[in-house]
Structures are given as C-alpha cells and as structure tokens.
C-alpha cells in the first residue's frame, strides 16, 4: 500500500514557474513507477509525465514537453514535477499516481496506476 501527498501548487502569472513535490509512504514506494495527471473543470482527466521506478526513463505529452521535468528522489520517497512557462492552460488540479505494479516504466496511461494523491490546485494568470 502507498499513500501519496502533493504539495507546491499555487498561483502564478503566465511565464512563471512551480514545483510540484509528491511525497510517498509505505515500504516500497521507490519501487513503484509515478505518473503525474491533470483535470481542469470541465474536462477530462490529461496525462503530464511518467517515470520509471529507477528514474532512468520519462515521458510527456507534446503539451509539456520542454517546459516540464518530472524526477524522483528514492532516498526521500519524493517525486517532482517542475513546471517552467506555464500558461493558462495549465491551470488544474494535479495529482500524482503510483502505479499497480512494482518496477515499472511509468504508463500515460491512467487506469495503470492504483494510487492516487488528493491533488493539488495550480492556477496559472494571464
């Protein structure tokens, strides 16, 4: 079992930069390959980036990609999101996500990950 909480969201002007932390807990957490997803109102849940359990391999959407970093820390159990650029299409609620299984590769895929954080709201002004 892994419980996982984001923090870091906030409010920024467009241009502007966060960074998101994921913090997990339970035993195995750093075997676990992380996902980063989106919802914004309205619409449907976006993926942001992956990682693999190693941190060796990472994938993003054309959307993110370039502006967006995702890495992991297995001694803190910690995953980040570092958001540079942003605009105000960014704007969501994030989550972070641990997959179903140990030693992944880190799906885009939603339904491959079993737990969830509660989210973390970033709003990006224009």
């Known amino acids: 079992q892994v419980q996982l909480v984001e923090s870091g969201g906030g409010l920024v002007q467009a241009g502007g930069s966060l960074r998101l932390s994921c913090a997990a807990s339970?035993?195995?957490?750093?075997?676990?390959?992380m996902g980063w997803f989106r919802q914004a109102p309205g619409k449907e849940q976006e993926f942001v980036a992956a990682?693999?359990?190693?941190?060796?391999?990472?994938s993003y959407p054309d959307s993110v990609k370039g502006r967006f970093t995702i890495s992991r820390d297995n001694a803190k159990n910690t995953v980040y999101l570092q958001m540079n650029s942003l605009k105000p299409e960014d704007t969501a609620v994030y989550y972070c996500?641990?997959?179903?299984?140990?030693?992944?590769?880190?799906?885009?895929?939603?339904?491959?990950?079993?737990?969830w954080g509660q989210g973390t709201q970033v709003t990006v002004s224009s």
């Open positions: 339970g035993r195995t957490a750093s075997s676990y390959a």
């Open positions: 990682i693999s359990w190693s941190g060796g391999s990472t």
């Open positions: 996500a641990a997959e179903r299984h140990h030693y992944g590769l880190g799906s885009t895929k939603s339904y491959e990950y079993d737990y």
